[in-house]
């Protein structure tokens, strides 16, 4: 069984303020996906990484995985109240179908 | 226009009822999947299916049941509901790579059944 650690599961910080959430495991994913959830909603994906050592820029975000594909991380720049919501890291492994393994999830609350 | 939508949004029940949940998607995508969420955020794939066959059945009590008339349609039928069953049921859908390629499934996911057993 595939098991991604994320953290922080909470974060509470001032608008402006930088952030990273982490997600972690000992095994290899083929590929590893970063959704945001918003209540009442279901999950929305923000970015797929595919290849070890890739980043991707969205705007304030940025998401690395690992070069091992192990792990990945997810990093904003000056946080807006906007941002709140959960973030949840899904890792797939190929002839996997489909199936994705979700961490744990982390709730991101930014003050104005 | 919903791309993948579900019914109920929220679900009342006592113990030891009958339920089900619908959920279609407009996508064309050829695959789709059950997950639950728990009241720690925790979202745990239970089913899926692709071209309306079984692929994936994870570790879930066999009052569950899933059923696929077509491929725009995955409904659940929960037996016997129990005080753990209380979550929030999330339909998803997406195209399946073929086994062997990279990348990964792009899932689209419903706005979630609330089901609240008494």
């Known amino acids: 069984t595939q098991l991604l650690e994320q953290s922080p599961q909470f974060l509470s910080i001032q608008e402006g303020e930088n952030l990273t959430v982490y997600c972690n495991s000992s095994?290899?994913?083929?590929?590893l996906q970063w959704y945001r959830q918003e209540p009442g909603e279901g999950p929305v994906l923000l970015v797929t990484v595919v290849t070890g050592g890739e980043v991707k820029k969205l705007k304030r975000l940025t998401f690395q995985f690992g070069d091992a594909r192990k792990d990945s991380s997810l990093h904003i720049t000056a946080a807006q109240p906007g941002d709140t919501g959960l973030y949840l890291c899904a890792g797939a492994i190929r002839a996997s179908y489909g199936k994705l393994t979700f961490g744990q999830g982390t709730i991101l609350t930014v003050h104005p | 226009d919903t791309a993948v939508s579900q019914t109920p949004k929220y679900l009342v029940t006592q113990m030891g009822n009958d339920k089900s949940i619908k959920c279609e998607q407009n996508l064309g995508h050829d695959t789709m999947y059950w997950y639950k969420q728990d009241s720690k955020k925790f979202l745990k794939i239970m089913f899926s299916y692709n071209n309306k066959e079984l692929i994936i059945n994870e570790t879930v009590p066999n009052r569950f049941s899933p059923k696929s008339p077509d491929k725009a349609h995955l409904n659940l039928h929960i037996n016997s509901l129990e005080l753990g069953d209380s979550a929030v049921y999330f339909c998803?859908?997406?195209?399946?790579?073929?086994?062997?390629?990279?990348?990964?499934?792009?899932?689209?996911f419903g706005a979630g059944s609330r089901l609240t057993v008494l």
């Open positions: 998803a859908s997406s195209h399946t790579k073929r086994t062997g390629s990279s990348g990964a499934n792009v899932l689209t």
């Open positions: 095994s290899v994913f083929s590929s």
